[in-house]
């Protein structure tokens, strides 16, 4: 059974460029939830995806979207980068709707802004 | 405003000890918690949850008690085992009037120790 899978794993962008990051959730879930982890933090929430609709959203800007796939993949996608956006970016999935409240994380990917 | 805080950055115990982590948190409105255990370079792990329905879960060695009124939660670890060793994140969230939970707020975390 595949746990989450993100991609890539790491990234290296400069000021200014957009990135997009991609998840495939845990087999039987279909909600997708995005996390920020600063270095020394704990996981920010950025939102969360359910049935291709944004269903709730944490304290980012607008530069911060989403999207959700039919087959409950999603993508994040960042615009105008900051250096402040530098951080490990984590992906959960759920299924809250199948009582599967539990959020899986998978590996993350690490971006780096220069 | 941090609504989880986990104010020990750190925990060191000798490998066969228990270990205790904390947790406290502010909304009175979260109703799920749940720990997580993470290792470098990679994603958090889940370790076990609790509802505040209950006061007490316990899965192997590892135990979670939830004192509602105290808004305070620990996480037993016995006995500690040196892969063990790693950050420790408690979280909680809230359930909505539709009965699922979405977001999860995290404390920093606190990093164990356990050795050999």
């Known amino acids: 059974d595949a746990g989450v899978t993100q991609s890539p794993t790491h990234l290296i962008k400069t000021r200014g460029q957009q990135v997009t990051l991609r998840c495939s959730p845990k087999?039987?879930?279909?909600?997708v939830s995005w996390y920020q982890q600063a270095l020394g933090q704990g996981p920010q929430f950025i939102f969360q995806?359910?049935?291709?609709?944004?269903?709730q959203r944490g304290n980012f800007p607008d530069r911060f979207s989403g999207h959700q796939f039919p087959n409950y993949s999603s993508e994040l996608n960042v615009n105008a980068l900051l250096l402040g956006d530098s951080a490990l970016y984590l992906c959960?999935?759920?299924?809250?709707?199948?009582?599967?409240?539990?959020?899986?994380f998978g590996p993350g990917t690490r971006l780096l802004v220069l | 405003d941090q609504q989880v805080k986990q104010n020990s950055p750190s925990l060191s115990v000798q490998e066969g000890r228990i270990s205790i982590l904390n947790c406290d948190y502010t909304n009175s409105m979260f109703d799920y918690f749940l720990w997580y255990k993470k290792y470098p370079a990679e994603g958090p792990t889940f370790l076990i949850s609790i509802s505040s329905i209950k006061d007490k879960n316990e899965d192997g060695r590892f135990t979670v008690f939830l004192n509602k009124s105290a808004k305070h939660l620990s996480l037993h670890i016995v006995p500690s085992q040196p892969g063990d060793s790693a950050v420790y994140f408690c979280a909680a969230s809230r359930t909505n009037s539709g009965g699922s939970n979405y977001k999860l707020t995290f404390g920093k975390g606190t990093l164990l120790t356990v050795n050999p």
């Open positions: 087999s039987g879930h279909d909600t």
């Open positions: 995806y359910y049935e291709e609709e944004e269903r």
């Open positions: 959960a999935s759920s299924s809250p709707a199948r009582g599967l409240e539990t959020q899986y």
